[in-house]
């Protein structure tokens, strides 16, 4: 049993060890995509393996950070959307609170999900520094970023609303400065809407 674990484990870390080169390989092509979008074909995602993928991409962030992960989604949730998309959009929103958290009291990171209406929310909430009103209302906008300099190029969420767009979805941030910031994304159910065959598996691309 614990040589199971073990070999399951270190399939993982190899797995995903690729899958990062080919991060760093795509992100050319990802800042290309930002200038010249490229709708691709949407279909129905599972979101409890995505966030999955997402939470194993971050494992030694979050470890070295001392920072607590809750994932709570039901099973069996599916979205119209992109795998590689949706990854990306994740995993650039949990980089952004592990940043954020940075010397805070308490180092926490929520994600859940909830259906309504044929709708799919996905909260991403971290106990981090929070953000004004005036920083939220740019927070999307090309090259603006509340990092240090040198810290991040401010393309991130720009890219992830792009995304979200192209998914026929959309994103929203609520925060209270030193309290909390929480990003929603909101998609289609793929049980309301119809989809098209799955896309190839994908690598996603971090920017920031």
Known sequence: MLFRSM???VSNITRDVGEGVDRVVAIVSDLRTFAHPDQRALHPVDVERILTKAERFLARDMSDGNIQLSIKTE????????DREVLQVLINLMQNSIDALQGRPV?????????????VFV????????ISQEQASKIFDPFYTTKEV????GLGLSICYRMMQQ???????ESMPGEYTRFTLVFQSARTAH???PSPAATPTLVS
Not at 150 to 153: S, Y
Not at 167 to 173: A, H, L, Q, S
């Open 75 to 82: 099973p069996g949730l599916h979205i119209l959307a992109d």
């Open 7 to 9: 070999a399951e484990s």
């Open 150 to 153: 040198g810290k991040g190029m």
């Open 167 to 173: 998914m026929e979805g959309d994103i929203e941030v």
């Open 195 to 197: 989809a098209g065959p």
């Open 123 to 130: 909260h991403v909430k971290d106990t981090g520094v929070g």
């Open 107 to 119: 180092k926490r990171i929520d994600v859940s999900t909830e259906s309504i209406d044929g709708s």
